[in-house]
């Protein structure tokens, strides 16, 4: 339950993530635990995690990835918090954004990641395995770490 409790959900406004200059398509700020997603052709909608880089907190969107004919990601956008001077290291937002194409269903994962959970994870490259991988210890087993926490979305575009 730690990875639980070190997640904190938001769902804050998207204000230009991944929109070009001058397009006027609406984006539609999502509850990250609302798994089941219904758009329109052409609609645009986000989801926004907390993300600390220096606590080694990281998401990504992993397998399964969105059918392109359905769905298409338009990218992440990492802000800081509301009030917060931009820092190295310091914690924010990460904003996902999907746009929807064409009629149909389809589903995709975002992971998360801790400093317990992952390994070998980057802010930009997601772990190699995403089971729970081995604590180091000093005894001579080690015991394995709880697996990252997957949410996956069912998106249907009518």
Same mark, same amino acid.
């Given at each position: 339950?730690?990875?639980?409790?070190?997640?904190?959900?938001?769902? &804050?406004?998207?204000?230009?993530?991944?929109?070009?200059?001058?397009?006027? !398509?609406?984006?539609?700020?999502?509850?990250?635990?609302?798994?089941?997603? !219904?758009?329109?052709?052409?609609e645009r909608?986000?989801?926004?995690?907390?993300?600390?880089?220096?606590?080694?907190?990281?998401?990504?969107l992993v397998?399964?990835?969105?059918?392109?004919?359905?769905?298409?990601?338009?990218?992440?956008?990492?802000?800081?918090?509301? &009030?917060?001077?931009?820092?190295? &290291?310091a914690g &924010?937002?990460?904003?996902?954004?999907?746009?929807?194409?064409?009629?149909?269903?389809?589903?995709?994962?975002?992971?998360?990641?801790?400093?317990?959970?992952?390994?070998?994870?980057?802010?930009?490259?997601?772990?190699?395995?995403?089971?729970?991988?081995?604590?180091?210890? !000093?005894?001579?087993?080690?015991?394995?770490?709880?697996?990252?926490?997957?949410? !996956?979305?069912?998106?249907?575009?009518?």
């Open positions: 339950m730690a990875a639980a409790a070190l997640l904190a959900l938001t769902t &804050g406004c998207a204000s230009g993530t991944g929109e070009p200059d001058g397009d006027s !398509t609406t984006t539609t700020s999502r509850p990250v635990a609302d798994t089941s997603i !219904t758009a329109e052709p052409g909608f986000t989801l926004t995690v907390d993300q600390n880089a220096s606590t080694r907190e990281y998401w990504y397998d399964p990835q969105p059918d392109s004919s359905v769905l298409v990601s338009r990218g992440r956008d990492h802000a800081p918090n509301p &009030g917060d001077e931009p820092a190295p &290291g &924010g937002r990460l904003t996902f954004t999907f746009e929807a194409k064409g009629k149909g269903t389809t589903r995709f994962t975002l992971l998360h990641c801790t400093f317990t959970t992952c390994q070998g994870n980057t802010s930009t490259r997601p772990p190699a395995t995403t089971g729970p991988s081995a604590t180091p210890t !000093t005894g001579a087993t080690a015991t394995p770490s709880p697996a990252p926490e997957r949410i !996956t979305y069912t998106v249907t575009v009518g």
